[in-house]
């Protein structure tokens, strides 16, 4: 099992819940900064993920058609949905915020003077 996998199944609910923005905002001083932060989180694990459940996948490719195919689909089947029932990438960058998981920094170079 990876280590993101471990993380996931330990410390997130597959649940969406309601969170106050003035605890977002409270980490950046910017509720719109604190979404982008989380969502360039969000689409690191996603990526993540899928080279993961892709990797996975191909140990079972096979270029032609048969009836052995549909026994051997099963433990296919059994890993896509594995990776189906983990809670969604935003629910766990969101997290990984309020952990204070996620490193950031803020560019403070004037970029146009």
């Avoid at 649940?15 to 979404?35: C, F, M, P, R, W």
């Avoid at 459940?53 to 890993?79: G, P, R, W």
């Avoid at 960058?93 to 170079?109: C, G, L, M, P, V």
Wanted: charged share 30%; proline share 2%; net charge negative.
């Amino acid at each position: 099992m990876s280590k993101l996998r471990r993380q996931i199944s330990a410390n997130t609910a597959n649940t969406a819940e309601t969170k106050d923005l003035n605890a977002i905002k409270a980490k950046t001083g910017n509720v719109y900064e604190s979404i982008a932060i989380i969502a360039k989180r969000a689409n690191q694990i996603n990526i993540s993920l899928k080279e993961e459940l892709h990797n996975k996948l191909e140990e079972f490719a096979s270029h032609t058609d048969s009836l052995e195919e549909i026994h051997e689909n099963k433990e296919q089947i059994e890993i896509s949905r594995a990776y189906e029932r983990m809670p969604n990438p935003s629910l766990l960058a969101t997290q990984e915020f309020f952990d204070d998981k996620i490193y950031y920094r803020k560019n403070e170079d004037d970029l146009f003077s």
